[in-house]
Nanobody, 128 residues
Framework: EVQLQASGGGSVQPGGSLRLSCGASGFTFDDYAIGWFRQGPGLEREGVAGISSRGGSKYYADSVKGRFTISRDNAKNTVYLQMNSLKPEDTAVYYC?????????????????????WGQGTQVTVSS
């Protein structure tokens, strides 16, 4: 059974940092890209960052470039999202997801339809 478990969310002040983790099991982890998405109140789910199966390609939404860093440790079946300089507009539930195919590039990564398994989400709240 494929499972993804997102953790590390919390409440921080603007300018603060958090590191999210996504632990995975039930599939060959280093065969698949992983994406981080978020969904704020009343908003659609949007792609935040994506990383290819071996970590050689990384993609970011314009809104988080220079502030967020995605990485993965295939030995631990875990993907991370380091979030720095957090802003109130980063407040959302953050989800990690497993790509549904091996095909992964700059056009594909932000599309929720390209992922076939999702974690349960972790809440990030940025507020003073």
């Amino acid at each position: 059974e494929v499972q993804l478990q997102a953790s590390g969310g919390g409440s921080v002040q603007p300018g603060g940092s958090l590191r999210l983790s996504c632990g995975a099991s039930g599939f060959t982890f280093d065969d698949y890209a992983i994406g981080w998405f978020r969904q704020g109140p009343g908003l659609e789910r949007e792609g935040v960052a994506g990383i290819s199966s071996r970590g050689g390609s990384k993609y970011y939404a314009d809104s988080v470039k220079g502030r967020f860093t995605i990485s993965r440790d295939n030995a631990k079946n875990t993907v991370y999202l380091q979030m720095n300089s957090l802003k109130p507009e980063d407040t959302a539930v953050y989800y990690c997801a497993k790509a549904g195919t091996y095909y992964f590039n700059s056009a594909v990564w932000p599309l929720p339809s390209r992922y076939n398994y999702w974690g349960q989400g972790t809440q990030v709240t940025v507020s003073s």
